[in-house]
């Protein structure tokens, strides 16, 4: 009885270890579509982009990591209230892991940006891709006062249509545009190094193949 309950407790730590026994809700992809337009918006916003991020977050056997990387700019057009159309740059040479220090850190975030020589195809190949875009495509009314928010997401040459659940709130003249943490397929968009769907005879030393986001962005009314 006590190897059992031994096994069980093991079992839950482990969970709790690797992926937090929870992992967010895959974002629904697809192919890229024509981007939204808006042609009665009755306001423009502007990103704040001090206030404005993405996080991330990568999974493996042993454990996981997570940073930020930063919004270069990004508009978007409101009519009667209602988000319509936008886009927003990200910034990809501003990767940044924040759960590691010193040498670790330094080595891991050069790892991921590709500005490694040999090693620069791995990950985000920033140098060649320096920067990423979102562009809104249409939205919907969801339940919980939420919103599904559909747009391309582009990384490393490749573009894919992607659909997760936000809150929009308007305070002022600032809107806050809230992501639910979700997770993509980054092999989708040629972000393959540690994937078990990709290379074989990995063992333990893979790297899951969903990539958990968080977007928040903050923006001014122009």
Partial sequence: MKKQVLNIFTVVALCTAVIGCKKAKEANTSEAEAAAVSESAT????????ESTIEWKGFKPTGTHNGT?????????????ILQSGTFL???????????????????DA?????????????FDVNKFPTGAFEITGTQAAEGGKTM?????????????????????????????????????????????????VFDNLGDKF????????????????
């Fill in 43 to 50: 306001a423009k916003y502007v990103a704040n982009v001090s």
């Fill in 90 to 108: 990200i910034d990809m040479k501003t990767i940044s892991s924040t759960d590691t220090e010193g040498d670790q850190k330094k080595n891991l």
């Fill in 149 to 197: 928010l559909s747009g391309n997401l582009a990384l490393k040459g490749d573009k894919h249509n992607v659909t997760f659940p936000v809150t929009i709130t308007e305070e002022g003249d600032i809107m806050t545009i809230s992501s639910e943490a979700f997770t993509i397929d980054r092999t989708k968009w040629g972000i393959n190094y540690g994937s078990k769907s």
């Fill in 207 to 222: 790297i899951n193949d969903d990539m958990e986001l968080k977007i928040t962005i903050k923006a001014k009314k122009a």
């Fill in 69 to 81: 990387v930063n919004i270069e700019n990004g508009v978007f057009y409101v009519d009667n209230g």
């Fill in 111 to 123: 790892h991921l940006m590709g500005t490694v020589e040999g090693k620069e195809g791995d990950f």
